[in-house]
């Protein structure tokens, strides 16, 4: 289109700026990829939901990746949903159908929730591509490197790291281009949703832990092999959340020569590496409201006896709960046959369930 002089109705730059307020995350909606759609052939990103034309392009010249980017649009959606089981909010704005790409307005606007979701999805796909480099997922990278440091007596390097250099360059450049488009969003948010996704890789990074495997006489452990590993997502989910529930509120304001983000109540500082930053204050989610993007509490389980954010109390913001007795099926009694067998009987048990009025 460059150097053309069409010009567009308004209606329609109108629509295609809304369309390009979040896209963010928009390439979340890959998890809805069908399982049997072989992704081989260039033409196929053409049928791939949610990717902005950076991104398409990225699936062309990277057609081995994309396996691995969908599953960790996968991922994103389980480990985000388990991780706030318990809170009013839970995660289930995330879901973006295909064929209505729009999101739900709390993630459209600069939450928290935002902030939390954007971290999570930059960490994960990094996430995802390290381990596929490890277990051979992908022909184009493979275990990270042998660790410089020399290890201690009675260890040694060997086995296969997770590879998160080439994890971060390759999940960066997938996840990240939305915010590097020049029309997408306001630039207050392209800047939180790019600080944010940063702030989950390096969540990422240091979560690297060594991992050992025991050799020697029967198990005796005379000697270690070990390697650099990556911690679970759902570990990584955790940081991520206690970095949400004290995210710093930041406003756009002009510091030095151009506009940038910066703590909105708290003394003048710079926003710092390892805070999570939000524009625009939540709801509390208690009621539906739709333009808030808000499902409400109203038929959530909560817990009588924890003292938490999943309490009745404060699950069903005061509304109250109803009881109810649910029947649940176990197997039990389980005995194991020599061999090899096992065999169980089935026992009934009757557990209280609450749900917010
Ligand atoms: C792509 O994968 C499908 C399914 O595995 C296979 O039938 C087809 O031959 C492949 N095409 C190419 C170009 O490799
Ligand atoms: C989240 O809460 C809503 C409203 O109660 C409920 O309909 C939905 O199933 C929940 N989602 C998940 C993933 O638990
Ligand atoms: C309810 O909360 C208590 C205390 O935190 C916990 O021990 C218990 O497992 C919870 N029950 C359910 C059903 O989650």
Not at 83 to 94: G, L, V, Y
Not at 183 to 207: D, T
Not at 270 to 285: A, G, I, K
């Amino acid at each position: 289109m460059r150097g053309s002089s069409h010009v567009l109705p308004l209606g329609v730059i109108a629509a295609l700026m809304l369309s390009q307020v979040c896209s963010g995350i928009k390439w979340l909606a890959l998890s809805h990829t069908p399982a049997s759609l072989h992704i081989n052939q260039t033409q196929h990103c053409k049928q791939l939901p949610g990717m902005v034309s950076s991104q398409a392009q990225l699936c062309r010249s990277n057609l081995e990746l994309m396996q691995t980017i969908i599953q960790a649009a996968r991922e994103v959606k389980k480990t985000c949903q388990k991780t706030f089981a318990d809170m009013r909010w839970n995660c289930s704005s995330i879901d973006i159908p295909i064929d209505a790409p729009k999101y739900r307005p709390d993630l459209d606007r600069g939450t928290r929730e935002a902030a939390f979701v954007y971290a999570l999805s930059a960490a994960t796909i990094s996430h995802t591509i390290a381990r596929a480099c490890t277990t051979g997922d992908l022909r184009l990278c493979s275990c990270g490197p042998v660790p410089a440091e020399i290890p201690e007596p009675g260890y040694r390097w060997g086995g296969c790291g997770d590879n998160l250099h080439y994890g971060l360059i390759m999940g960066s450049k997938f996840s990240d281009a939305p915010m590097k488009m020049k029309r997408s969003s306001s630039h207050a948010n392209k800047l939180m949703h790019l600080h944010n996704s940063e702030v989950g890789r390096q969540v990422l990074r240091e979560s690297v832990v060594m991992k050992c495997k025991c050799h020697g006489v029967s198990g005796s452990c005379s000697i270690r092999t070990c390697w650099k590993g990556l911690q679970d997502l759902r570990d990584i989910a955790m940081d991520l959340k206690t970095k949400y529930l004290s995210a710093t509120k930041v406003v756009h304001r002009p510091m030095g020569t151009r506009k940038q983000l910066v703590p909105k109540d708290i003394d003048i500082r710079p926003v710092r590496d390892n805070e999570l930053v939000y524009l625009q204050s939540s709801p509390d989610f208690c009621s539906k409201n739709e333009k808030q993007g808000s499902v409400g509490t109203q038929g959530r389980q909560c817990n009588k006896t924890s003292s938490g954010s999943d309490s009745c109390d404060l699950m069903c913001c005061g509304r109250g709960y109803n009881a109810y007795t649910e029947k649940l099926v176990e197997r039990c009694h389980c005995k194991y046959h020599w061999c090899c067998y096992v065999t169980c009987k089935m026992c009934e048990r009757n557990v209280e369930r609450y749900v917010c009025k």
